[in-house]
Nanobody
Framework: QLQASGGGLVQAGGSLRLSCAAS????????MGWFRQAPGKEREFVAA????????YYADSVKGRFTISRDNAKNTMYLQMNSLKLEDTAVYYC???????????????????WGQGTQVTVSS
């Protein structure tokens, strides 16, 4: 089970840190990722991280502004979001790949579970 938190209202240029807490599984066995869905748009990939944290991948739209990380001892994944833009407004979801799967499974949409979303609203 995945639980996302940390969303909120922030001004453009500001920062937020999202968290995704995992329970009921061996967290360190799963590649993880963040996705988002803006109103009227399809859900899109944001960032992914390998089970060890050694590999990360970002959508071009967030590269250089967002940082994905994980703490396997705490069963938690994070998304540090800096220099937020109006177009970052969306519901953000965390997701897990298949057990022992590589980071490519996240990029390919091979997801074993989703967390509930957390709303991020960026205002001008």
């Amino acid at each position: 089970q995945l639980q996302a938190s940390g969303g909120g209202l922030v001004q453009a240029g500001g920062s937020l840190r999202l968290s995704c807490a995992a329970s009921g599984r061996t967290f360190s066995s799963y590649a993880m990722g963040w996705f988002r869905q803006a109103p009227g748009k399809e859900r899109e990939f944001v960032a992914a991280i390998s089970w060890s944290g050694g590999s990360t991948y970002y959508a071009d739209s967030v590269k250089g502004r967002f940082t994905i990380s994980r703490d396997n001892a705490k069963n938690t994944m994070y998304l540090q979001m800096n220099s937020l833009k109006l177009e970052d407004t969306a519901v953000y979801y965390c997701a897990a790949g298949p057990q022992d799967g590589p980071i490519a499974t996240i990029l390919g949409g091979e997801l074993s579970s989703w967390g509930q979303g957390t709303q991020v609203t960026v205002s001008s």
